[in-house]
């Protein structure tokens, strides 16, 4: 995110992974799958470095990290099984499988986490960065929905909900609207590549007109 706040799957980024620190309940850095046939990842920016990039990785870290990834989940779910009531550890499993690509079984614990306990805006929108990712664009929406009311100034939820209108549910006018809500909040707010949620706004703008 991810805080996780994790952003819909190619590469230009607005700067929050939505997705926490995974103890302390955060979801600061989303990432949002761009639309399905462009492919990008976008990262709200809210906190963090402004423009700064993730570091990349070799083959073999990345390996490492993904046999760490699979041991770490291992380990989860055998304690929520041994001790189910423990809120923390389905969130934190969720994380997981949220950053291993299992959306399905991320809504899961997610789903079970809320059972157990409120949420925050993290999380309720790295569910719903889940639920577009198994191609459920309303109850993507219906969480961003919900992360917006509990945190009016929650940036990922209200970039993410733009995403979705736009590339999901064909909604051009809604989702320029829901991002120009976005930068009255924070008008520096920018992609992970360094480019700013206005710019970003306005090649839209320029494209639709163009199409138009």
């Not at 046999?67 to 989940?73: E, K, L, R, S, W």
């Not at 960065?129 to 939820?157: C, G, W």
């Not at 809604?174 to 706004?201: M, R």
């Amino acid at each position: 995110m991810a805080q996780k706040n994790k952003v819909m799957e190619q590469d230009t980024t607005p700067q929050q992974k939505n997705k926490p620190k995974k103890s302390p309940l955060v979801t600061y850095f989303i990432i949002f799958v761009f639309g399905f046939l462009s492919g990008v990842a976008f990262t709200v920016y809210k906190g963090g470095t402004p423009g700064s990039t993730p570091t990349a990785s070799t083959n073999g870290e990345t390996q490492t990290q993904n046999n760490d990834t699979g041991q770490a989940i291992i380990n989860l779910e055998a304690e929520v099984t041994a001790n189910p009531d423990n809120f923390n550890n389905w969130v934190h499993l969720g994380h997981l499988y949220y950053d291993s690509n299992q959306p399905e079984k991320a809504i899961g614990a997610y789903t079970k986490s809320l059972e157990l306990h409120s949420g925050d805006a993290n999380l309720y929108t790295d569910l719903g960065v889940m639920y577009r990712r198994t191609q459920q664009p309303e109850k993507a929406m219906e969480m961003f929905n919900k992360a917006i009311k509990m945190d009016p100034s929650h940036l990922p939820s209200r970039f993410n909900k733009g995403i979705v209108l736009m590339y999901d549910l064909k909604d051009s006018a809604g989702a320029i609207a829901t991002w120009e809500e976005l930068l009255k909040i924070d008008p520096e707010a920018q992609t992970a590549n360094g480019q700013h949620i206005h710019e970003f706004v306005d090649q839209i703008k320029a494209d639709l007109a163009k199409n138009n």
